[in-house]
């Protein structure tokens, strides 16, 4: 499997996460309609406390940093599937124009398949490294891959990727945990455990929605304001309220 062009393709959507009480990573997922707003992916139990107890988040990558307070980002939760995406403005947070896309939920990864991931270990914090496996399994009720491949403390939140069918790199899920084997008392090499991208797929749907609201109400406001402004004029005949009458009017 040839991963390098997968992971420039990637590389610049990747962020790092930190909180007062944890740190991992995440990804750009989505846009609004003016690109204004952009929403991360991530773990959800990589902000779940900071979003509990409302305390400040740090997103950066190599280009640039963005700190934000409660009141400045929404996070939608899924704790079933440990799966968030992080909404605010985005600011002077250098990112690509165009999101990685999704694969889509009709189509999952065949078990044997090569899936890859990156993410900012704690071991380094501030170097972004890449990871890969084989696809071993699938649960279809909870949402997620097992994959034959190491995810560190960090990782978390980072996105897991493929080449599709049609040779186009897809987000197919994100890392969510690494199950150590502890058969013998000790560590040995486990599996890492990858969310599907049910979760972001329904946020992206629920950002498109409150897009067309947003534009509906303004276009209907529009048409109101139009339409009253014919009505004020219609009133006094072919007088326009911007014509005021002449000075020789016996009104």
Known sequence: MLWEPAIHQVRPHVVRIQTPNAQGTGFLTLYNHDSSWCGIATAAHVVAYADMWQLPIKIENDDSTRFLNAGERVIFLDHATDSAVVLFVKGDLQL??????????????????????????????????????????????????????????????????????????????????YHANLATGSPLPGLSRAQDVSHFHGV????????????????????????????????????????????????
Not at 146 to 157: M, P, Q
Request: aromatic share 8%; hydrophobic share 35%.
């Open 204 to 251: 992206i749907e629920r950002i498109k929605s409150i897009d067309e609201a947003t534009a509906k109400k303004k276009e209907f406001e529009e048409q109101s304001r139009a339409q009253a402004g014919t009505a004020i004029t219609s009133v006094g005949g072919s007088l326009s309220p911007k014509e005021p009458p002449s000075a020789d009017s016996t009104d």
């Open 96 to 177: 690509p124009q165009t999101p990685i896309a999704l694969s889509p939920m009709g189509d999952p990864v065949s078990i044997g398949s090569e899936a890859g991931w990156l993410g900012y270990p704690n071991t380094y914090a501030e170097t972004l490294c890449f990871f890969a496996g084989t696809v071993s399994a699938r649960d279809v009720s909870q949402r997620f891959y097992l994959i034959d491949g190491v995810a560190i403390h960090g990782v978390s939140g980072g996105p897991v990727f493929h080449w599709s069918n049609s040779g186009e790199v897809q987000i197919v899920g994100v890392m969510v945990a």
